[in-house]
């Protein structure tokens, strides 16, 4: 079972610097979504992708976040000019392209601003 | 706004006793719901869900979650729990077919004794 994969697991950086994170989805999934977590609280939805076509994004994500799916495999998720808040864990999902399936996780990428 | 509620942040259990979870949703429209379980250091898996049928449903580890639509609720159940179901546990809820964005509570921090 490869499932889905986040790369890096960590990344603890300066206030005001750049961070991409990493989402390689299970491969026959065309379904692929980030969410954020804050400590305490469950994941709240940043963005999905069908494919490459980023179809929906949450109020959540200011105009410092940007997605992209390039070619409908892997996805990035970008964060400009990053600030405290910032901090979470970023994690991605994918699923099949068959309504009602269930998500599958990934790890996670810890962003720790300093 | 969609928003699901769960009712105990934190459950302390002894091995051998029963375990029910509360989880109420606020969704206007036909939902699936899912129970996820995050274990120690371990990404989010999930447990169990509900897309149509039968309102009891059975998941893994002997764990199930009953459906009640005039009550709004999902709740979680487990007739003896043991100390590898220490986890935080998350319910979550979308709307039903098309793509799956998920609305997740709080989560509930289970620590099971021996």
């Known amino acids: 079972d490869t499932g889905v994969s986040q790369n890096p697991r960590h990344k603890i950086t300066k206030r005001g610097q750049n961070v991409t994170f990493r989402c390689d989805p299970i491969?026959?999934?065309?379904?692929l979504y980030w969410y954020r977590q804050t400590l305490g609280q469950g994941p709240e939805f940043l963005t999905y992708?069908?494919?490459?076509?980023?179809?929906?994004k949450s109020r959540l994500l200011s105009d410092r976040f940007s997605a992209e799916r390039p070619k409908g495999s892997f996805s990035t998720l970008e964060i400009q000019r990053t600030e405290q808040g910032d901090s979470a864990m970023y994690l991605c999902?994918?699923?099949?392209?068959?309504?009602?399936?269930?998500?599958?996780f990934g790890d996670g990428t810890r962003l720790s601003i300093l | 706004a969609q928003s699901v509620s769960q009712h105990n942040h934190h459950v302390i259990l002894s091995e051998a006793a029963s375990l029910e979870l509360g989880c109420n949703y606020s969704?206007?429209?036909?939902?699936?719901l899912f129970w996820y379980v995050q274990y120690p250091g371990q990404h989010l898996q999930l447990l169990l869900k509900?897309?149509?049928?039968?309102?009891l449903v059975k998941g893994i580890k002997g764990f199930e979650a009953e459906f009640i639509k005039s009550k709004f609720s999902f709740n979680l159940r487990k007739p003896s729990v043991q100390w590898s179901d220490t986890a935080e546990y998350f319910c979550?809820?979308?709307?039903?077919?098309?793509?799956?964005?998920?609305?997740f509570g709080a989560g509930t921090r289970l620590a099971v004794h021996p």
């Open positions: 999902a994918s699923s099949t392209g068959t309504d009602n399936q269930p998500q599958h």
């Open positions: 491969s026959e999934h065309n379904r």
């Open positions: 992708f069908q494919n490459e076509a980023q179809l929906e």
């Open positions: 969704y206007g429209g036909t939902v699936n």
């Open positions: 509900y897309f149509s049928g039968d309102p």
């Open positions: 979550a809820v979308s709307r039903a077919g098309g793509y799956n964005k998920l609305i």
